[in-house]
C-alpha cells in the first residue's frame, strides 16, 4: 500500500504561481511514472504532466511552457510548478503514482498498483 499526500494548493491570482508537492510512502519497492491530474466539477479527470522514472516528461498542451514537473527518487516525490497561471487553470489537483510494493511478509512478494492522493485545491482568481 502507498500512501501520497499533496501539498501547496491554494488561491492565486491570475498571472501568479503555485508550487505543488506530493511524497509517497509505504512499502515501496519503487515507482514507475509520476503524474499530476486535475478535475473540475463535471467533468472527468485530466492528466495534467507526467515523469517517468528515468525523467521523461508529457505535458497536456494547454500547460506547456507555463508547468514544470519534477521528481525527486530518493524522497519518492513529484512537484509541479506552475507559472502564469489563469482561470482555466481552477480544479482539484491529484497526485497518481504508478508504484511496485512489497508484502508485509516478503520483501520478493511485489505488486504493481496505481495510487491517487487525496486532491488538493487550486483556485486562480480573474
Known amino acids: 500500500q502507498v500512501q501520497l499526500v499533496e501539498s501547496g494548493g491554494g488561491l492565486v491570482q491570475a498571472g501568479g504561481s503555485l508550487r505543488l508537492s506530493c511524497a509517497a510512502s509505504?512499502?515501496?519497492?519503487?515507482?514507475?511514472?509520476m503524474g499530476w491530474y486535475r478535475q473540475t466539477p463535471g467533468n472527468e479527470r485530466e492528466l495534467v504532466a507526467s515523469i517517468s522514472n528515468r525523467g521523461g516528461t508529457n505535458y497536456v498542451d494547454s500547460v506547456k511552457g507555463r508547468f514544470t514537473i519534477s521528481r525527486d527518487n530518493g524522497k519518492n516525490a513529484v512537484h509541479l510548478q506552475m507559472n502564469s497561471l489563469n482561470p482555466e487553470d481552477t480544479a482539484v489537483y491529484f497526485c497518481?503514482?504508478?508504484?511496485?510494493?512489497?508484502?508485509?511478509?516478503?520483501?520478493?512478494?511485489?505488486?504493481?498498483?496505481?495510487?491517487w492522493g487525496q486532491g488538493t485545491q487550486v483556485t486562480v482568481s480573474s
Open positions: 497518481n503514482a504508478d508504484a511496485v510494493t512489497f508484502s508485509r511478509t516478503s520483501y520478493y512478494t511485489r505488486r504493481r498498483d496505481d495510487y
Open positions: 509505504g512499502r515501496i519497492f519503487s515507482i514507475n511514472t
